[in-house]
């Protein structure tokens, strides 16, 4: 069992029932959730020991987000306590042709005006193995950028292996702010969850043109711009979700990963969404649960897949699928049989 540290923001979904409108909705379904919390409950799920590291108001609400992650077995030690408020997001789930809509009202939250005399990092990697973050916690705020920052070399001295995953949010700040933040950012990190578009309008890198066409021509450009990334940031190795949105309500999903020798790319599921909100983050738990118990990047990789192909069918932020589903879901068995 590894010890794992998350940090980041959680907070408050607001969803109308089903798949009404906003403007239909009487009331709303109440679920907590968000990047890294969503990853902390994932490998907590997996049977690691998973810590989350956070700033959530002193308030019957913030208990709630603790709450929250409690139940689900993630320590909770390190979460600091006070500011005005906790962040919400209300989400809009899309089906067939009509997009999913997700509105954010989270300026000023706890996390947001979060410093770095909220958390003690030398205590809170104490024991660590793995300290993993996405660009959604440094792109809520300036401050909690330098947080990031702090928490990232703090990690980074005491040896830990660090992940992030970039996670742009357009709603959140604009590509070239995101360059400049996670450019310095990056330097930290040794397993790195990003696409092409990522390395494309975050870093600025062009993509190398190719004779190729179809899958072939996807790998060549990926393996490609992955090793100019490597190269530059120094990563052990690069991963990304490949999701092909033929609606909102079915996707084709599968990943890729180098390592610096090696390309590889999975098997494809597809999928007919339930709810896609945290699709990444369980892709990054399930990634960093093999990379960590040393499986390998091809079955680590397979691993990512088949647990974030079975987020989808889960209603919430988290994935609740066990070890036992992913991994029988990794053997085939993708039927959707009643288990008697």
């Known amino acids: 069992m590894a010890k794992i540290v998350t940090m980041g923001e959680i907070m408050l979904r607001l969803s109308p029932p089903g798949y009404q409108k906003f403007i239909q909705a009487d009331n709303f379904d109440v679920n907590y959730g968000g990047g890294e919390a969503n990853v902390a409950v994932s490998l907590a799920n997996f049977g690691h020991k998973t810590h989350f590291v956070s700033k959530v108001p002193d308030n019957p609400i913030g208990d709630c987000a603790v709450a929250a992650l409690r139940k689900y077995n993630v320590n909770c030690d390190f979460i600091a306590r006070g500011g005005e408020r906790l962040g919400i997001y209300y989400l ?3 089906a067939s042709m009509r997009a999913s809509n997700v509105v954010y009202d989270r300026a000023h939250s706890s996390m947001a005006e979060a410093a770095a005399e909220d958390f003690d990092f030398d205590a809170i990697f104490e024991g ?11 792109a809520i705020s300036d401050g909690a ?3 990031t ?7 980074r001295a005491k040896g830990i292996t660090v992940s992030l995953d970039f996670n742009y949010r357009k709603k959140l700040w604009s590509y070239e702010k995101a360059g400049k933040v996670m450019t310095n950012l990056l330097q930290y990190v040794d397993v790195c969850i990003g696409s092409k578009e990522d390395a494309k309008y975050i870093l600025g890198m062009n993509l190398s043109d190719t004779d190729k066409t179809g899958i072939e021509a996807e790998n060549y450009i990926n393996k490609d711009i992955f090793q100019r990334m490597m190269d530059r940031f120094g990563f052990q190795c690069i991963a990304s979700s490949l ?5 909102a309500s079915d996707n084709g999903w599968s990943a890729c990963i ?11 599921y597809e999928l007919r969404i339930v709810d896609r909100v945290g699709g990444g983050d369980s892709f990054a738990a399930g990634l960093i649960c093999g990379l960590i118990e040393e499986r390998g990047i091809k079955e680590a990789l397979e691993f990512a897949v088949a647990a974030s192909a079975l987020k989808h069918t889960i209603p919430g932020d988290v994935n609740l699928a066990s070890r036992s589903e992913v991994e029988g879901l990794m053997g085939g068995d993708a039927s959707g049989r009643v288990q008697r």
């Open 145 to 147: 950028a330098a947080v």
């Open 92 to 94: 809009e789930t899309g």
């Open 258 to 268: 180098y390592d610096g020798k090696e390309f590889y790319r999975s098997r494809k």
């Open 128 to 138: 660590a193995d793995w300290f993993h973050v996405s660009g959604i916690t440094p």
């Open 243 to 247: 999701r092909e949105s033929y609606s």
């Open 149 to 155: 920052e702090l928490a990232l070399k703090a990690a």
